[in-house]
């Protein structure tokens, strides 16, 4: 069994999606790590000071339980289901914006737009390299 923050998740058994079975149980396991990560920070009380970035790397994996539904699609194909993911940013740290607290974006991005987004984060400047996309 997984403790997650209140819940148990037993493991795949416990999911009745057909063969998503393992897929859940990944993401419940995923679920409750990043719930004790936050946990820890909290702990140090470092949660304050803290900016969390959650991506994936592409779509499902055809085959394996997984679903991009309702893109079109899996992982390794150009179409929206292949490299279409879900990202977030969260944490307790005064660094995010105001203006973007709270809000939604659905416009595309890229993992390479992060570095001078981290780095402005940081209070550093991305000027001595070469000119950089990013937000």
């Not at 499902?60 to 699609?73: I, M, W």
């Not at 992982?75 to 307790?92: A, W």
């Amino acid at each position: 069994t997984v403790p997650s923050r209140g819940r148990v998740v037993r493991g795949a058994g416990d999911a009745t999606w057909g063969e998503c079975r393992t897929v859940l149980a990944m993401a419940a396991a995923l679920d409750w790590a990043v719930g004790t990560v936050v946990d820890a920070l909290h702990t140090a009380d470092v949660y304050a000071n803290t900016v969390i970035f959650y991506t994936s790397d592409n779509g499902a994996q055809q085959g394996q339980g997984g679903t991009s539904f309702p893109l079109r699609g899996f992982k390794t194909m150009l179409y929206e289901g292949g490299v279409r993911v879900p990202g977030f940013i969260s944490g307790g740290s005064s660094l995010l914006p105001t203006r973007v607290r709270g809000t939604t974006n659905a416009k595309l991005y890229h993992i390479t737009d992060f570095l001078p987004t981290i780095v402005a984060l940081a209070g550093g400047t991305t000027t001595r390299n070469r000119p950089l996309d990013g937000f």
